[in-house]
């Protein structure tokens, strides 16, 4: 199979019309949420009225992501996809986070089916990193996306003028050489990262090459290579073009630490990527000022944020069409008995 049949079949509206008793289209639909490194880090247990999200630790990144924040973030963009491709099937979601058992249990509840623009858009967001065409939004659509990206104890910052975007310029950059100078964190994200068609199909998850412009090469050249041509300077570079390109720059803080705010935080994130889908508009994570430890603390307060901790940081606006990044099959993301071993933490 080639990547881009892969792709075709992958992001495309399944049917839900036996969705209320059997629930693996739903997870088909959870599964095309964003996730931190395209990890997947989710398992999804089907009972009888409801799903239960947990954690699949094994999938975590330990240098990127210590304290599994991104991890709990996915995992609440999947609940969001959920409950939207639900609601489209005929059922009311209703999510709960269990801290006993670190996972998300959404009860299931039978009514009217009503598809909305944001399941619609399910199968056409994607992470654009690629420039987008220097264009702003209208009042109106920074209206649609606000009032979707807010949530419990979760609210959003809009940055347009030009001196806003030139901080995060330098907070990205800040953040690129902490991270760049680790060995630690430049194994895991060359772990993560599929460097030609065979790779990416191979595993069905990672950071496939072609989308950062990565021209396809053998894995084993591209991870000896990447010492060499991923430096922080053409990091600074890439990130410094893109982000200039972008209509605006969106921080996303919750009130404060905790697996419920994280969760939350991935939905209202998922949310206004659905919404800004529909709109026509791209957008792309730009986490590194939230991601190194002291330099989120800075950031935090450059944004004036108090005790509240700044959880992703965004951009958007009118970028390209590129290709959408693959998903591993349904049967290695729904529970089967000893699996249950997966979901607990190793020492």
């Not at 705010?261 to 800004?276: D, I, K, N």
Request: proline share 4%; glycine share 6%.
């Amino acid at each position: 199979m080639s990547y881009s049949t892969a792709v075709r079949d992958i992001w495309r509206h399944r049917d839900l019309e036996g969705a209320r008793s059997d629930f693996a289209p739903l997870v088909h639909y959870a599964t095309l949420a964003a996730s931190s490194h395209n990890t997947q880090p989710w398992i999804f247990e089907l009972g009888t009225r409801e799903i239960k999200v947990r954690p699949d630790f094994a999938r975590r990144c330990q240098e990127v992501d210590p304290d599994d924040h991104h991890l709990f973030v996915s995992l609440g963009c999947a609940v969001e996809n959920l409950a939207q491709a639900a609601r489209a099937a005929g059922l009311q979601a209703h999510a709960h986070y269990d801290s006993r058992t670190e996972s998300i249990r959404v009860d299931l509840e039978r009514v009217s089916a009503a598809a909305s623009d944001l399941f619609l858009a399910i199968p056409e967001r994607r992470c654009t990193r690629a420039r987008f065409a220097k264009q702003g939004l209208t009042p109106g659509q920074w209206v649609e996306l606000e009032r979707v990206a807010r949530g419990f104890g979760v609210d959003i910052h809009v940055l347009t003028a030009r001196q806003e975007i030139e901080r995060i310029v330098e907070f990205v950059a800040a953040g690129n050489e902490a991270q760049f100078s680790s060995t630690p964190w430049a194994r895991e994200m060359r772990h993560w990262l599929r460097f030609n068609d065979r790779d990416a199909l191979r595993t069905g998850d990672g950071l496939y090459g072609r989308l950062f412009g990565i021209p396809s090469i053998p894995a084993w050249l591209g991870r000896a290579m990447m010492p060499v041509v991923a430096t922080a300077e053409r990091q600074n570079q890439r990130d410094a073009e893109q982000i200039r390109s972008s209509a605006g720059i969106i921080v996303f803080s919750s009130a404060r630490e905790g697996r419920s705010f994280q969760v939350e935080v991935g939905r209202c994130y998922e949310r206004f990527a659905l919404r800004a889908t529909s709109l026509g508009l791209s957008t792309a994570f730009i986490n590194q000022p939230v991601e190194v430890p002291l330099l989120r603390k800075k950031f935090a307060a450059e944004m004036g944020l108090g005790s509240r901790r700044p959880d992703l940081v965004v951009r958007i606006g009118y970028g390209p069409a590129v290709a959408h990044s693959l998903r591993r099959p349904l049967d290695d993301v729904i529970a089967r008995g000893a699996e249950e071993m997966r979901w607990k933490r190793s020492a």
